[in-house]
């Protein structure tokens, strides 16, 4: 009796570490010029949306050198690097009164960021965002308002700011932290009056929620 038919390469199902490989190939080849700003924040999305190394192959198929992406691939789990390509946009601040600002995408986070919130709402999405150090600083005041920081699973977070009638927190986890020696940090400062700071490990944009935290199985 023949044993069970073995699945097409292509079939398999993707871990976060290819999803993360892909990433740093993108990365480089927008770094060298082969791809711009535009392709590469479609091709990051195409990858943290990717389920199988079918979807995953095609966005660097015409990436030349060997982090291109081939069946099947085996890549150890780390932290992607943060490198920066030189195009991204860099914003030292944000502020917003009576109103809203969002940061997110693919951005040069500096080595400190200034967020400033009154009776308004702010957004500072660092899941995609390339680190200008390996430790960055967000000081962020809020005055009636909410301040909400996403990071994703591979980023240490710090949070050392106080919230005066307010909160000035790291909300619980959407994904598992995976940390490694590699992982840049964010360190969160500054005062929540009246208003909110909150730090959030989140997915990455494209990427469904593969588990529940403290959820059994």
């Avoid at 080849?29 to 791809?35: C, F, L, V």
């Amino acid at each position: 009796m023949s044993g069970p038919l073995e699945p097409h390469p292509a079939n398999l199902r993707i871990s976060d570490a290819d999803r993360h490989a892909v990433s740093e190939a993108l990365r480089d080849a927008a770094a060298e010029g082969r791809i711009d700003l535009e392709e590469l924040e479609e091709r990051l999305e195409q990858t943290y949306a990717a389920k199988t190394y079918g979807d995953l192959v095609p966005i660097t198929a015409d990436l030349p050198g060997p982090d291109a992406v081939s069946l099947p691939v085996v890549r150890p789990g780390s932290a992607p690097r943060q490198r920066a390509t030189g195009l991204e946009p860099s914003y030292n601040s944000s502020f917003s009164m009576m109103g809203e600002v969002t940061r997110k995408g693919v951005w040069l986070m500096p080595e400190t960021h200034n967020a400033v919130a009154i009776m308004a709402g702010a957004t500072i999405d660092l899941r995609e965002a390339v680190f200008a150090e390996r430790e960055v600083v967000i000081n962020a005041t809020s005055i009636m308002a909410g301040i909400d920081i996403y990071v994703n699973a591979h980023t240490r977070v710090i949070v050392e700011g106080v919230g005066i009638m307010g909160d000035f927190s790291e909300a619980r986890d959407k994904v598992p932290a995976e940390l490694t020696a590699d992982s840049p940090t964010v360190r969160v400062k500054g005062m929540a009056l009246m208003g909110a700071v909150t730090v959030q490990r989140r997915p990455m944009p494209g990427e469904k929620k593969q588990r529940r935290l403290g959820k059994p199985r």
